[in-house]
């Protein structure tokens, strides 16, 4: 898989590429540009300009659910969820794309997301209106699964959790990841996407900054610079302000 | 006297004169015209104001039976009957107004549809008084202190002195005060509020003005006819109407006109081919169906741009002189201005903010920093009352927080994360909505032009703050036309025209290239001298490093460090948020 | 006095099961695609009077409507044929076979002279899909438009479609035949079958359209589009599908409401834009997007009207469109509880 990408201002002339069975991940303070790049693979923001190929495949003018049907599934920021629906109505739905594959089939996906994410299980009937946070981003978690990906992307799946529930969904991750499942993960919690991923990017304010093996990243001080670094280049300018 | 307003003459001086040399058949339909053309403004001012009604023919009825009933039962002289029905529908639309305008969205179509069709329907069933359905006739006419207007030639260019007026006044309101304030409705409730717009009631002013247009001319057209039935109120008149407005386009009152000439030729030229045909009945429908769908899906924005590429662009208001007198203030740090008091939120199953406690004193530039979904945009939609609180307090100035629309009052102005600019307005327009609060003129003097002086000065107000923030050479531009770096700074010139104590800004550095950072860096320093009181959230933590005096760290809802810059760097707590603390099974 | 009471309660109760068909339209196409339609009454219309031409022996006018909507269609699609013109081949013949199709069933159904309830079912294969060829029209260029420019489109919509059906069918109205001729004296009040045959057809359609919704994975896939457009999105359900398959429920539920409705009253061009019209004034009650509320507030509707045509039958229109006043003061009021 390659991926090249260049788009105005958010993001700016970012290129990469995933291999099969590989997870990458973006690390990042808020603002940085991650979720754009996200929302730009899957369709959702249109990019000015650079290419996006998958499986060797132009993507450019495929809608989101197009790229669905390609594998390409993503786990949202803000989960999007269907708040009167319940879990498993959500789980039937990732598998929206195949349906045609009949009853056992979806059963036994079903077992095996239960099995994946127990609390799912437990709480199949209820509607994910009423789930805590930390049991919606499983759900969104579970359904982006159910579509079977052969990329999945996740979006800031800590974002507002508890560091238990946090740890439950990375387990999940690491399971995942385990099976072979390739990935790109965008996190903010840089010691958490490091811990989980290959390889890691850091992206600040569109454009990156250092990338290498996650091994690596974790002890490198430009990580910790690009979140709360720095602050001399304004100190400097403040004296002729005023 | 530019060339604009020399056309201007010219083709109202076309207009007036057409009553006079039209052959006599002609002179009924240009009178029709006009009067449909009055009850299309009053549409389109509705329509750049992000409404719809759907019931303007029965607000022209309730104007036509009122005059026409009393001045017929009473022999009231017409002007007087016509005043009292214009005032009584007024009245009707402001009721009608406020039932359905608290509400958002698709309720005031509807609303204005089910009262189209319930005052219809009481015309014709209240025989007695209206005659029914065969309507009522001796109808006397307009009468102008004492002069009786009989002549059909007269009458249609009295209609049309009427309709220019309203042009000419709907072209001054849209420079006023209250105009920039309408053009906010659509999409910018939120923000206009935060300038000290209230803006429930300023649509509910649109709304009763184009019901007014609309008795308006209802009353001119009964006064004509010198008959009164039902069927010219109906919901087809209230349609036809609606299709003028859009084919004219709602960016202009001119817009109105030209609609209303168009779809009259149209409709005479269509019943023509039609009975040539020899089809019967309004087939007419059919084909001002298809043009109101294909208009909007194709020209949204009307014919009226099409004529405007041809004319000179019109000159903006002068903006020189003194502006509004600004607060000085003076460094006090003791004086606490904002204190918010064990603030929490819940959203469904999220405690969004839990007991957070903070406290700004005048003259502090504080910085608010936080992981993502660390709730500092829910904690900014608090403070500046779009969002209230679960539980806790927020005082400004030692008292509790008032409506959004009244927060700037108090000397509280803030920018928006995703900008906010109207992009109908020029760029010094938009700035002005800044010094909405600190000026009055409202509705009636914008429409009249008596609002000059006023205004100039708030121009002055809105040119010196996008001076202060250098960018008075893009003042006339079209804010769509600026890059989203130099609109961030716009959105601070029309916080500074609030002439605001303390000032809240969401990411104002976000998508800035690091020259229009510099730049902002230094509005900023200078505006602390003022000893103007900041609060900052921003991502690019270079930035507020380099700015602030005192950091606040929001992590899933709590505060977690407050301190000076170094000290917060330095957290374990901070950058074990930010960072994320190690798993325990660390790969 | 109770035979009074009687007969307009279930006076009532038919004009409110009426209505309710249509504030399940309206519900269903403002969740799906947020369009206010003010055009949904004119397939009441165009279901009765496609009824009346096929019970008449003819072929009706609707045909018509529907071949040119799908010429156009052909003309509107075909024309991107330049770019992908397998898929400009597909539009072409999909659109020629839904035609023979339309035909070949019309003539077959007038050949074997069916039963007023087959009838119902051809007419009700000709006037369903013309919702999705408008929706295709209007909807489908512009799917973020405000709710205000929806709004007016279907104002076009509906001016344009009455008109036609007055072009087609003329300004005389027909007489439609009931499902079953004939009444019941229920004590001393006369019942005509159509009302049972209204109770049965509302409560069977209502209850297709819940278990579709509930039990089909196809009906969570419209449920899910109207909860979270994106979010369905990222499920693969296409959305732009989803909205047409809204606005052909939509157009099924009001043409049946239509020829239920034809034999009590009778069949003309105009008679949908008012009944499309209260069932928005029930609608309101549950502010379009709640089933329940709206169907109490069609109920409400149904009664008020019953009870007004009995007291002050030249007032009636009037009085039910008043009360979208009350109840709008009583939505406002649950928002600011709600809300702020």
């Given at each position: 898989m390659t991926v090249s990408y260049g788009a105005g201002t958010a993001i700016d002339g970012v290129s990469f590429d995933v291999a099969r069975g590989e997870f990458v991940?973006?690390?990042?303070?808020?603002?940085?540009?991650?979720?754009?790049?996200?929302?730009?693979?899957?369709?959702?923001?249109?990019?000015?300009?650079?290419?996006v190929t998958f499986n060797g495949e132009e993507l450019k003018a495929l809608r989101p659910e197009a790229r669905v049907a390609r594998g390409i599934v993503i786990v949202p920021e803000r989960r999007e969820l269907f708040p009167g629906l319940s879990v498993e109505d959500h789980l039937r739905l990732g598998a929206f794309l195949l349906r045609g594959r009949g009853r056992a089939a979806m059963t036994a996906a079903l077992e095996r997301i239960y099995e994946l994410l127990p609390k799912l299980g437990e709480r199949r009937r209820q509607l994910a209106g009423t789930l805590s946070g930390g049991e919606q981003q499983m759900v969104a978690v579970g359904r982006a699964l159910m579509a079977e990906p052969q990329l999945l992307m996740l979006d800031e799946p800590s974002t507002g959790l508890a560091p238990r529930v946090t740890e439950e969904i990375f387990e999940a991750i690491d399971r995942l990841k385990a099976d072979g499942m390739t990935g790109i993960l965008v996190e903010q919690n840089a010691h958490l996407a490091l811990s989980v991923a290959d390889r890691g990017f850091v992206l600040e304010v569109g454009s990156v900054v250092a990338f290498g093996p996650a091994q690596e990243l974790r002890n490198d001080p430009r990580v910790l610079a690009a979140y709360i670094g720095g602050g001399d280049r304004y100190r400097d300018t403040g004296a002729s302000g005023i | 006297m530019p060339i604009r307003g020399m056309l201007a003459i010219a083709v109202s001086a076309v207009f007036l004169t057409a009553p006079w040399v039209l052959p006599s058949f002609y002179v009924g339909i240009f009178a029709y015209a006009g009067i449909y053309a009055l009850v299309a403004i009053g549409l389109v001012l509705l329509l750049q104001a992000g409404q719809i009604s759907l019931g303007q023919g029965a607000f022209m009825g309730l104007g036509a039976y009122g005059s026409a009933l009393v001045a017929r039962a009473y022999g009231v002289d017409t002007l007087v009957t016509l005043v009292l029905s214009v005032s009584a529908t007024a009245l009707v639309a402001a009721l009608i107004g406020f039932v359905t305008l608290r509400l958002r969205g698709h309720y005031l179509p509807l609303a204005t549809l089910a009262y189209g069709i319930a005052l219809v329907s009481v015309f014709t069933a209240w025989h007695d008084v209206t005659g029914g359905a065969s309507g009522l006739d001796k109808i006397p006419p307009l009468s102008l202190f004492g002069f009786a207007l009989t002549d059909d030639r007269l009458y249609s260019q009295l209609i049309w002195a009427i309709v220019l007026l309203a042009v000419l006044g709907m072209s001054r309101l849209r420079a006023s005060r209250t105009?920039?304030?309408?053009?906010?409705?659509?999409?910018?409730?939120?923000?206009?509020?935060?300038?000290?717009?209230?803006?429930?009631?300023?649509?509910?002013?649109?709304?009763?003005?184009?019901?007014?247009?609309?008795?308006?001319?209802?009353?001119?057209?009964?006064?004509?006819?010198?008959?009164?039935?039902?069927?010219?109120?109906?919901?087809?008149?209230?349609?036809?109407?609606?299709?003028?407005?859009?084919?004219?386009?709602?960016?202009?009152?001119?817009?109105?006109?030209?609609?209303?000439?168009?779809?009259?030729?149209?409709?005479?030229?269509?019943?023509?081919?039609?009975?040539?045909?020899?089809?019967?009945?309004?087939?007419?429908?059919?084909?001002?169906?298809?043009?109101?769908?294909?208009?909007?899906?194709?020209?949204?924005?009307?014919?009226?741009?099409?004529?405007?590429?041809?004319?000179?662009?019109?000159?903006?208001?002068?903006?020189?002189?003194?502006?509004?007198?600004?607060?000085?203030?003076?460094?006090?740090?003791?004086?606490?201005?904002?204190?918010?008091?064990?603030?929490?939120?819940?959203?469904?199953?999220?405690?969004?903010?839990?007991?957070?406690?903070?406290?700004?004193?005048?003259?502090?530039?504080?910085?608010?920093?936080?992981?993502?979904?660390?709730?500092?945009?829910?904690?900014?939609?608090?403070?500046?009352?779009?969002?209230?609180?679960?539980?806790?307090?927020?005082?400004?100035?030692?008292?509790?927080?008032?409506?959004?629309?009244?927060?700037?009052?108090?000397?509280?102005?803030?920018?928006?994360?995703?900008?906010?600019?109207?992009?109908?307005?020029?760029?010094?327009?938009?700035?002005?909505?800044?010094?909405?609060?600190?000026?009055?003129?409202?509705?009636?003097?914008?429409?009249?032009?008596?609002?000059?002086?006023?205004?100039?000065?708030?121009?002055?107000?809105?040119?010196?703050?996008?001076?202060?923030?250098?960018?008075?050479?893009?003042?006339?531009?079209?804010?769509?036309?600026?890059?989203?770096?130099?609109?961030?700074?716009?959105?601070?010139?029309?916080?500074?025209?609030?002439?605001?104590?303390?000032?809240?800004?969401?990411?104002?550095?976000?998508?800035?290239?690091?020259?229009?950072?510099?730049?902002?860096?230094?509005?900023?320093?200078?505006?602390?001298?003022?000893?103007?009181?900041?609060?900052?959230?921003?991502h690019d933590m270079e930035l507020v490093m380099g700015c602030v005096e005192r950091l606040v760290v929001l992590d899933r809802g709590r505060i977690i460090a407050e301190g000076a810059p170094s000290e917060v760097q330095a957290n374990p707590a901070v950058i074990a948020a930010y960072l994320g603390g190690s798993r325990d099974k660390a790969a | 006095?109770?035979?009074?009471?009687?007969?307009?309660?279930?006076?009532?109760?038919?004009?409110?099961?009426?209505?309710?068909?249509?504030?399940?339209?309206?519900?269903?196409?403002?969740?799906?695609?947020?369009?206010?339609?003010?055009?949904?009454?004119?397939?009441?219309?165009?279901?009765?009077?496609?009824?009346?031409?096929?019970?008449?022996?003819?072929?009706?006018?609707?045909?018509?409507?529907?071949?040119?909507?799908?010429?156009?269609?052909?003309?509107?699609?075909?024309?991107?044929?330049?770019?992908?013109?397998?898929?400009?081949?597909?539009?072409?013949?999909?659109?020629?076979?839904?035609?023979?199709?339309?035909?070949?069933?019309?003539?077959?159904?007038?050949?074997?002279?069916?039963?007023?309830?087959?009838?119902?079912?051809?007419?009700?294969?000709?006037?369903?899909?013309?919702?999705?060829?408008?929706?295709?029209?209007?909807?489908?260029?512009?799917?973020?438009?405000?709710?205000?420019?929806?709004?007016?489109?279907?104002?076009?919509?509906?001016?344009?479609?009455?008109?036609?059906?007055?072009?087609?069918?003329?300004?005389?109205?027909?007489?439609?035949?009931?499902?079953?001729?004939?009444?019941?004296?229920?004590?001393?009040?006369?019942?005509?079958?159509?009302?049972?045959?209204?109770?049965?057809?509302?409560?069977?359609?209502?209850?297709?359209?819940?278990?579709?919704?509930?039990?089909?994975?196809?009906?969570?896939?419209?449920?899910?589009?109207?909860?979270?457009?994106?979010?369905?999105?990222?499920?693969?359900?296409?959305?732009?599908?989803?909205?047409?398959?809204?606005?052909?429920?939509?157009?099924?539920?009001?043409?049946?409401?239509?020829?239920?409705?034809?034999?009590?009253?009778?069949?003309?061009?105009?008679?949908?834009?008012?009944?499309?019209l209260k069932g928005f004034v029930g609608g309101a009650m549950g502010g379009l997007i709640d089933y329940p509320l709206s169907l109490a507030g069609v109920m409400i509707v149904g009664a008020l009207e019953s009870t007004s045509a009995y007291v002050a039958s030249a007032y009636r229109d009037a009085i039910v469109f008043s009360l979208l006043i009350p109840i709008l003061l009583w939505r406002s009021s649950r928002q600011r509880v709600e809300g702020h």
């Open positions: 991940t973006f690390i990042g303070p808020n603002g940085a540009g991650k979720t754009t790049l996200l929302n730009s693979l899957m369709g959702v923001l249109q990019q000015n300009s650079g290419s | 105009g920039r304030a309408i053009a906010t409705l659509e999409s910018y409730d939120g923000m206009a509020r935060s300038f000290g717009v209230d803006t429930t009631v300023l649509r509910i002013k649109v709304f009763v003005f184009s019901a007014v247009l609309a008795a308006l001319a209802g009353g001119l057209y009964v006064h004509m006819l010198r008959f009164v039935s039902p069927s010219p109120f109906s919901l087809m008149t209230s349609f036809k109407v609606l299709i003028m407005a859009v084919v004219g386009g709602p960016l202009s009152a001119a817009g109105g006109v030209i609609g209303a000439l168009t779809l009259e030729s149209a409709q005479w030229a269509l019943q023509d081919i039609l009975a040539r045909w020899g089809a019967t009945g309004n087939l007419e429908v059919i084909v001002f169906g298809i043009i109101l769908v294909v208009m909007l899906l194709k020209w949204p924005l009307g014919l009226w741009p099409a004529v405007e590429r041809f004319l000179p662009k019109p000159a903006g208001r002068s903006s020189d002189g003194e502006g509004l007198a600004r607060t000085v203030m003076k460094e006090d740090r003791q004086a606490v201005l904002l204190r918010l008091q064990g603030i929490g939120i819940r959203f469904g199953g999220l405690q969004a903010l839990d007991a957070v406690d903070m406290e700004l004193r005048r003259g502090e530039f504080v910085g608010l920093i936080g992981p993502n979904g660390a709730g500092k945009t829910t904690l900014f939609s608090i403070i500046s009352g779009l969002l209230h609180p679960t539980n806790g307090s927020v005082l400004l100035s030692n008292e509790k927080l008032p409506a959004s629309h009244s927060i700037v009052r108090r000397g509280m102005a803030r920018t928006f994360q995703h900008v906010q600019l109207v992009p109908e307005l020029t760029v010094i327009e938009n700035v002005a909505l800044g010094a909405y609060w600190r000026t009055q003129a409202g509705f009636l003097r914008g429409l009249f032009a008596l609002d000059n002086a006023e205004n100039q000065r708030v121009l002055a107000t809105a040119r010196l703050a996008l001076e202060r923030v250098g960018l008075s050479a893009e003042a006339e531009l079209a804010t769509a036309s600026l890059p989203l770096g130099k609109q961030r700074i716009v959105e601070i010139a029309r916080a500074l025209a609030a002439d605001p104590q303390i000032l809240l800004l969401d990411e104002p550095a976000a998508g800035l290239r690091f020259s229009e950072k510099l730049t902002l860096v230094r509005v900023l320093r200078q505006l602390q001298a003022e000893h103007v009181t900041i609060l900052l959230v921003e | 006095m109770i035979d009074t009471a009687l007969f307009l309660l279930v006076d009532g109760l038919t004009n409110g099961l009426v209505y309710a068909l249509l504030a399940l339209s309206l519900v269903l196409v403002f969740t799906v695609t947020r369009v206010v339609n003010i055009a949904q009454g004119e397939y009441v219309m165009l279901g009765a009077l496609t009824l009346a031409d096929l019970l008449q022996g003819r072929m009706p006018g609707t045909l018509y409507l529907l071949i040119g909507g799908l010429t156009l269609c052909v003309v509107l699609d075909g024309s991107r044929w330049r770019r992908d013109w397998r898929q400009a081949l597909l539009v072409v013949l999909g659109a020629v076979a839904a035609a023979a199709f339309a035909v070949a069933i019309t003539r077959g159904a007038l050949w074997l002279k069916l039963p007023v309830i087959g009838m119902m079912a051809v007419a009700l294969m000709l006037v369903a899909p013309l919702g999705v060829l408008i929706y295709r029209f209007t909807v489908h260029p512009i799917p973020n438009a405000s709710t205000i420019v929806f709004v007016i489109i279907s104002v076009g919509v509906s001016m344009s479609v009455q008109g036609l059906g007055l072009l087609i069918w003329g300004a005389s109205p027909y007489a439609v035949d009931p499902i079953m001729p004939g009444g019941v004296m229920m004590g001393p009040v006369f019942i005509p079958y159509q009302s049972f045959a209204i109770l049965i057809t509302a409560l069977l359609s209502m209850g297709g359209l819940y278990l579709f919704s509930e039990f089909t994975l196809v009906g969570k896939a419209l449920q899910a589009s109207a909860m979270n457009r994106r979010g369905a999105q990222f499920c693969g359900i296409p959305v732009t599908a989803a909205g047409a398959l809204a606005f052909l429920l939509a157009a099924a539920f009001s043409a049946i409401s239509g020829m239920l409705l034809a034999p009590l009253i009778t069949a003309n061009y105009e008679m949908g834009f008012m009944v499309g």
